[in-house]
């Protein structure tokens, strides 16, 4: 395409020093530059499938001293000489020691493969670079998002006054929960609005009561909000992970008893570790009869609303206050895809700043809708859309199927592991996790077994071919597989469970050579 450029021109001339580097003026993605456009993504797609195909093994191995090697020569304010040089940089200094979810033996950490729609969609919402925090930056955007987040409120079953917004992940929903919580405890229970005047001076009296399993953001979330650590109840659970609601109620009328406030309570639908799912109706009803806030975080467990076999582990979750989804979890969309959901769609006003420049109040008045008057966050990417393009694409039914099969994977791990005599296993798994250890002898003693599976796990990334997670329960360390593949096999499981064994028995002889060198 050859279409005159005056930009070019006024861009280029200044700077022209006869280098090989191409004029900024071509760079930017508009009409006349589409043609580079579709050159450039062109090679960046062919360096990508040329990675994934030469991917044999989820993780290259490398170590983090090793790998900062190769950034130390690395001069940002000298460019590359061309396109094609910086991309055989992003190959060494990225893929090659990238990890791979979607490798059929990565079963680490909460992350997914994700679809092709999903990608494309990311490429369209960043090349147009669209920002939904105003409908004047977004506007069709605006709707995209708007009418996602009804589905999810639907689905869940919150009711018509439902609301929310995206977010960047469970983290910053977590927070927005408590915050919300917050101001409305303070609201209701001692008539003072934190919005306009700042915390009260006793707000040390509130506490948040949340399963000893549940995930970090929620002391995280309380820290930042100014409550601090000490501010969350820890609830004990049951044999199978989840809250103990007796637990909960003992230590919600203990708190009222020491002249506490209780402020919320922080049920989970799918454990990062256990992915057991809390008892959301006994918790909501405790919760309806202290008045307390009930937050639901389903980051994880948010799949089930898809899934035609196991929707109703969630029941209960349509009695919360406000929940959190990870679509970029069980929904296998790209980071970052998430929301925050509300019951109330007041509670909102909490975020809610108008700036004359951006949102004003008249906007609002006038029913322009402004996604940024629910958002902690001023600036936000289209991340809609990738959920979008999935279900119009795909159908939701096709994500509901997928997360069966990684739940049915799960199981069939579970009863692998369970008739292997060098393993053992510590829970049933609810949703796709599975904890265990290897456990060659009860004649060891714990400090052995620990350094073992501390051991087996260093050795597995080392190798590459393979990743698991570790995890504590109690004081004793643990393994931990996160199914979230449905490519993945039981075969493929075999095989990780093969590379257990080998770098178990290798710990073992190792100490056996050391003890007789000793």
Excluded at 146 to 168: C, M
Aim: hydrophobic fraction near 40%; glycine fraction near 6%.
């Amino acid at each position: 395409m050859t279409t005159h450029n005056p930009l070019l021109k006024v861009l280029d001339s200044p700077g022209k020093t006869g280098n090989e580097q191409p004029p900024i003026g071509t760079q930017f993605f508009n009409y006349p530059n589409l043609d580079h456009y579709e050159t450039s993504l062109l090679k960046g797609l062919e360096l990508v499938q040329s990675a994934i195909g030469a991917a044999s093994q989820p993780f290259s191995g490398v170590l983090p001293h090793e790998l900062a090697k190769k950034f130390q020569s690395i001069n940002l304010d000298h460019s590359c000489q061309s396109l094609e040089d910086a991309l055989q940089e992003i190959e060494k200094l990225y893929l090659k020691d990238a990890v791979y979810f979607h490798h059929p033996h990565y079963a680490a950490h909460l992350n997914c493969p994700i679809v092709i729609p999903a990608i494309l969609a990311d490429l369209i919402s960043t090349s147009l670079n669209t920002a939904v925090e105003t409908w004047d930056q977004s506007a069709g955007a605006t709707f995209m998002e708007q009418k996602l987040i009804d589905w999810t409120t639907e689905k869940i079953g919150l009711g018509t006054q439902a609301d929310g917004v995206f977010t960047s992940g469970g983290s910053q929903s977590n927070l927005m929960a408590l915050l919300l919580a917050r101001d409305h405890c303070c609201a209701t229970k001692k008539g003072h609005n934190n919005k306009l005047h700042g915390l009260p001076q006793d707000f040390s009296r509130l506490r948040v009561f949340t399963s000893e399993m549940s995930h970090f953001s929620v002391q995280k979330a309380a820290a930042i909000l100014g409550l601090g650590y000490d501010a969350v109840v820890k609830v004990p659970t049951d044999r199978y992970f989840r809250m103990d609601a007796q637990a909960l109620e003992a230590e919600i009328e203990r708190s009222v008893a020491e002249g506490l406030l209780p402020m919320a309570v922080v049920a989970t639908a799918g454990t990062t570790d256990f992915g057991s799912i809390d008892p959301m109706p006994k918790i909501s009803a405790l919760c309806r009869e202290h008045g307390i806030w009930m937050h639901v975080d389903a980051a994880y467990g948010c799949g089930l609303l898809l899934s035609p076999k196991h929707r109703h582990w969630l029941e209960g979750i349509e009695q919360a206050d406000s929940v959190t989804v990870d679509y970029h979890k069980s929904f296998f969309q790209p980071v970052s895809c998430s929301a925050f959901l509300v019951k109330n769609k007041q509670h909102l006003s909490v975020v809610t700043y108008h700036a004359d420049y951006l949102n004003p109040l008249n906007h609002q008045q006038e029913g322009t809708p402004n996604l940024v008057n629910k958002s902690i966050q001023t600036t936000r990417r289209f991340d809609a859309l990738k959920l979008w393009l999935t279900f119009r694409t795909l159908g939701t039914e096709a994500i509901g199927r997928a997360f069966d099969q990684v739940i049915h994977l799960a199981r069939q791990t579970y009863l692998l592991f369970l008739s292997e005599p060098l393993v053992q296993v510590i829970h049933r798994p609810q949703i796709s996790t599975l904890v265990f250890s290897y456990f060659p002898s009860r004649h060891l003693s714990a400090r052995e077994l620990d350094s073992a599976n501390i051991y087996i796990r260093k050795a597995l990334s080392r190798s590459g071919q393979a990743l698991v997670a570790g995890t504590k329960v109690g004081d004793r360390q643990y393994l931990k597989v996160t199914l979230l593949n449905p490519a993945t096999t039981i075969r493929d499981i075999q095989k990780i469970l093969e590379l257990i064994k080998v770098h178990g028995r290798a710990f073992f002889e190792q100490n056996e050579q050391s003890a007789k060198i000793a």
